[in-house]
């Protein structure tokens, strides 16, 4: 028999499962939602690029805008969500909701990768989950660190839909069944093999890192690793979740913090990694650790296979 998402919480969370089953719920609502625009988007004029820019400065596609607003309208309705951080959006969505009605902090990247949807290529939502601190003002609840997310995950738009999620206790995947209409059960305590075959980075700005991280994609040529680079990060960390390896967005002279961000990108995938057995770091310390100043604050963001993240942390540290 198949396994929902909403029951898989059930079965993991001791406390808090049926508010944390009807936020979710809006998670997978609004990916669906989300999902049925992109199996259309070349049937439909979904493609293409607004005139408008988000707060990245970014050109925004049709598809971003339609994501966004998907997750803000699902989200909203959902009463244990105190407040919601988009990558889309400079400021907060705020909610007027009490302390412990309003338990729930999410942020999210609506559709990481859209640039490349109208040449077909996978892109996905990344969310994380925090809870509202029942003290101070609500920035310091959506400046946590990665180590106090409750949960994390993303959704995987390509030849299937996949969503991936964590609420620590083990990486689960369910994929969408279009028949139903639900996402179900179909990995559970996903592991990541101690070592891969492939590192995944973008090697146009190779002169521009640091030199140690020249030296550590040398080590690894020589070790006969091949590459393969998506460009789209839910795609290239899924691959690297399921096959093992590495991928990299390091420091460049141009991007002295990357270009991924702490928040909603490299923090949820970084508790994934971790609890698949996997490691993240920004290059010198473990991402989870890292406290945010900023919502939309960047890192550089390393995240895979045991063997690959201790041989880097070795060349960095050389
Ligand atoms: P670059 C897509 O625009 C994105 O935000 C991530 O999905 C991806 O990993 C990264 O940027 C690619 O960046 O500089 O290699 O094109």
Not at 92 to 101: H, I, N, Q
């Amino acid at each position: 028999m198949i396994t929902t998402v909403q029951q898989h919480i059930q079965q993991e969370m001791s406390e808090g499962r049926g508010t944390f089953g009807w936020l979710m719920s809006g998670i997978t609502l609004a990916t669906k939602m989300i999902e049925a625009k992109i199996r259309a988007a070349g049937l439909t004029d979904i493609y293409g690029a607004l005139s408008s820019e988000n707060v990245q400065g970014e050109q925004q596609q049709k598809l971003d805008v339609f994501a966004n607003q998907a997750l803000i309208h699902c989200l909203g309705t959902r009463d244990s969500v105190a407040a919601l951080v988009s990558e889309e959006d400079e400021e907060p969505v705020v909610f007027d909701r009490s302390l412990d009605t309003g338990k729930y902090i999410i942020v999210f990247d609506p559709l990481d990768g859209s640039s490349n949807i109208d040449v077909n290529v996978n892109v996905g939502t990344i969310f994380s989950v925090h809870r509202r601190l029942t003290w101070g003002a609500l920035t310091e609840s959506v400046l946590q660190p990665g180590t106090s997310q409750v949960a994390a995950g993303y959704v995987l738009y390509g030849p299937s839909t996949v969503l991936v999620y964590t609420t620590g206790r083990g990486v689960h995947a369910f994929t969408l069944d279009p028949t139903i209409g639900a996402f179900v059960l179909t990995q559970e305590n996903m592991k990541m093999p101690e070592r891969g075959k492939y590192y995944s980075v973008n090697e146009a700005n190779v002169a521009s890192w640091p030199e140690g991280y020249q030296q550590y994609l040398v080590g690894l040529r020589n070790e006969g690793f091949g590459a393969r680079y998506i460009g789209s990060l839910v795609a290239d960390f899924h691959r690297t979740l399921l096959k093992g390896g590495v991928f990299l967005y390091p420091p460049n002279k141009v991007k002295a913090e990357g270009k991924l961000r702490l928040l909603y990108e490299a923090n949820p995938l970084a508790l994934i990694a971790e609890q698949a057995g996997g490691m993240a770091t920004n290059g010198a310390d473990r991402v989870l650790e890292v406290r945010p100043e900023a919502i939309h604050q960047r890192t550089p963001f390393m995240v895979g296979s045991r063997y690959e993240m201790e041989t880097l942390g070795r060349a960095l540290r050389a």
